[in-house]
C-alpha cells in the first residue's frame, strides 16, 4: 500500500484501526481531530514517508512520529507555540534527515492559549529545543511571522528555505543566531541591497527562483566575502532586474557603485555556479577574483566566455551541457583543472580546448568525468572530418605535456583524440578506460606517470611507453 496517498477530512477510531500497521506512504489529516485519532496508531505505520497536517491546534503537540517519516507540512494550520516547538522537538528524535514544511502556520497569540501560565510553557518549550540536536531538521517557510521565526531563534538547524522575499525580510532578525546553519535556499524577488545576516556555519546559499536587482546580488557577494571560508552561490534561475524597473533615478550609481566594491573584496573563496544565466548576471563578475566557476549548460558557458578572461584568480572550471563547434573559451592564466562533467561535445570542440589549455603554458588538469563525443554525421558542416583531421593535426604540434588527463567515463572515439599526443600524465579512475586505453598507450611518446583506479583480473596486457616514469595503483583490486 505504499503507493497509496490517503486522505482523510472527518476520522473515527474505528476507521483509524483499518490502517493500523499498514505500509501507506503518505497521509493527509484535514482537522486536529482526524491528527488526534490518527496518533494512537501512526507509530505502527512502518514506510510512511509524508505526513500532511491541516487543522487548528494547541499545547503540546502529542503525535507519535514513525522512524520512516521523511517530510511533515503544515498546510493551512494555526498552533500554539507550544505546539510547534514540541512538534520539532519530536522530528529531532527521529535520527535522521526529515523536512518540516511551513506553508501557511499562523501562530495563535498568547491570549488565545489557554491557561494563566501559557507564556511560562511556552518559554520552556523554547529552552527545550535549545538542548536537542535540530541539525537533521530542514526547515521550509513559504508564509512566516516574526513570531514564528521566533521559534527558530538560536536553535541548530542546518538547512532552511525561504519561499518569499518577506520570509527572508522576517528571518534575517535570526539567522545570525543560527549556528549550525550550512545551507540557505531562497526564493522571490528582492530589490535594494541585501541585508541579510549571514550565520558563519554557511556553506552554501542557493538562488532558485530569484528575480533582483544587480545592487542586491552585489551585496549578497559582498556578504558571502565576509564570511572568510570557502561557501557556495548556487545561481540556478536568476533575473537581474533592469535599471528601469527599479526604484529611483540614482539606481544606475547605486548598481555601478555595487560593481566596484566586490573588486575591492577578497571573493576567492565564494564557489560560484551558474545555471541560467545572462550578459548582465555574468557583468557582476567581471574582474572579480572568485577562484571556482560552474557552468551547467553550454548557453552558460558561451555567456560567460565573455569575462571568464578576467577573473584573475579562477583556478577551477566546471563544464555540463553540449558543445559543438571549435571551443572559443578564454581561459585565464590561474586556470589548475577544468573538468568536464556530463558533456556531450564534438570532437572538434574537444581537441580546440585541448589546444586552448596547452597555451597556459603551466601545469593544469583536464578531468573528462561523462564525456559522450558526438557521432561525425551529429557534427554541423560536411566537412566536420576535414576540421577533426586539421584539428588533429594541431595538437600533435602542440605542447602537451603540461597537460594531466583524468578519465572517469571513456570510449573508443575518446581515446583517439590522444593518441599520438605528448601529455605528461594520464588517470583512469576504471578497469574499463585501462582496457579502451591500451590501443593508444604505447603512442604516448611524452608519457611519464599513470595513475590507475579499478578492478582487473586475467594477465595485463598494457602496452606501456618507454618514457613511463611512475605507474601508480591508487584504489586497485586485482
Keep these: 500500500m505504499s503507493l497509496i496517498e490517503l486522505y482523510l477530512k472527518n476520522g473515527s477510531v474505528e476507521l483509524f484501526e483499518i490502517f493500523r500497521g499498514t505500509n501507506i506512504g503518505i497521509l493527509t489529516l484535514n482537522t486536529a481531530g482526524c491528527a488526534s485519532l490518527a496518533s494512537k496508531i501512526l507509530y505502527t505505520l512502518k514506510k510512511l ?12 503537540c502529542t503525535l507519535q512520529l514513525p522512524a520512516t517519516l521523511q517530510c511533515i507540512s503544515l498546510q493551512k494550520v494555526e498552533c500554539s507555540a507550544e505546539w510547534l516547538c514540541s512538534l520539532l522537538i519530536a522530528l529531532s528524535s527521529l535520527d535522521h534527515s526529515v523536512m518540516c514544511e511551513l506553508m501557511d502556520v ?3 497569540p498568547c491570549v488565545e492559549e489557554c491557561g494563566d501560565d501559557s507564556q511560562a510553557r511556552i518559554s520552556d518549550s523554547r529552552s527545550e529545543m535549545q538542548l536537542h540536536d535540530m541539525s537533521e531538521i530542514k526547515v521550509w517557510v513559504t508564509n512566516g511571522s516574526v513570531e514564528l521565526f521566533e521559534i527558530f531563534r538560536g536553535t541548530n538547524i542546518a538547512i532552511l528555505t525561504l519561499e518569499t522575499a518577506e520570509c527572508a525580510s522576517l528571518a534575517s532578525k535570526i539567522l545570525y543566531t543560527l549556528k549550525k546553519l550550512t545551507t540557505l535556499y531562497l526564493w522571490g524577488t528582492y ?6 545576516q549571514l550565520p558563519a556555519t554557511l556553506q552554501c546559499i542557493s538562488l532558485q527562483t530569484v528575480e533582483c536587482s544587480a545592487e542586491w546580488l552585489c551585496g ?3 556578504a558571502l566575502s565576509s564570511l572568510d571560508h570557502s561557501v557556495e552561490c548556487e545561481l540556478y534561475d536568476v533575473v537581474l532586474q533592469t535599471c528601469a524597473e527599479q526604484c529611483g533615478d540614482d539606481s544606475q550609481a547605486r548598481i555601478s557603485d555595487s560593481r566596484s566594491e566586490i573588486p575591492l573584496h577578497d571573493t576567492s573563496e565564494i564557489e560560484v555556479l551558474v545555471e541560467n544565466g545572462s550578459v548582465e548576471l555574468f557583468e557582476i563578475f567581471r574582474g572579480t577574483n572568485i577562484a571556482i566557476l560552474t557552468l551547467k549548460t553550454a548557453e552558460c558557458a558561451s555567456l560567460a566566455s565573455k569575462i571568464l578572461y578576467t577573473l584573475k584568480k579562477l583556478t577551477t572550471l566546471y563544464l555540463f551541457g553540449t558543445y559543438s563547434d571549435r571551443c572559443t573559451l578564454q581561459l585565464p592564466a590561474t586556470l589548475q583543472c577544468i573538468s568536464l562533467q ?7 570542440w574537444l581537441c580546440s580546448l585541448l589546444i586552448s589549455l596547452s597555451s597556459l603554458d603551466h601545469s593544469v588538469k583536464c578531468e573528462l568525468y561523462d564525456v559522450v563525443l558526438q557521432p561525425f554525421e551529429d557534427a554541423s558542416g560536411d566537412d566536420s572530418h576535414v576540421h577533426v583531421s586539421d584539428l588533429r593535426s594541431e595538437i600533435l604540434s602542440c605542447d602537451m605535456s603540461l597537460i594531466e588527463i583524468y578519465l572517469n567515463n571513456g570510449s573508443v572515439e575518446l581515446f583517439e583524440i590522444f593518441r599520438g599526443t605528448n601529455i605528461g600524465i594520464l588517470t583512469l579512475t576504471t578497469a574499463e578506460c585501462a582496457s579502451l ?9 611524452k608519457l611519464t606517470k599513470l595513475y590507475l583506479w579499478g578492478t582487473y ?12 616514469q611512475c605507474i601508480s595503483l591508487q584504489e586497485v583490486e586485482c
Design 49 to 60: 514517508t509524508k505526513l500532511h497536517l491541516w487543522g487548528t491546534y494547541s499545547e503540546r
Design 191 to 196: 530589490s535594494e541591497r541585501c541585508t541579510l
Design 342 to 348: 556530463t558533456v556531450e561535445c564534438s570532437a572538434k
Design 437 to 445: 586505453a591500451s590501443k593508444i598507450l604505447y603512442t604516448l611518446k
Design 220 to 222: 549578497l557577494l559582498v
Design 106 to 108: 499562523v501562530l495563535q
Design 457 to 468: 583480473s586475467e594477465r595485463c596486457t598494457l602496452q606501456l611507453p618507454a618514457t613511463l
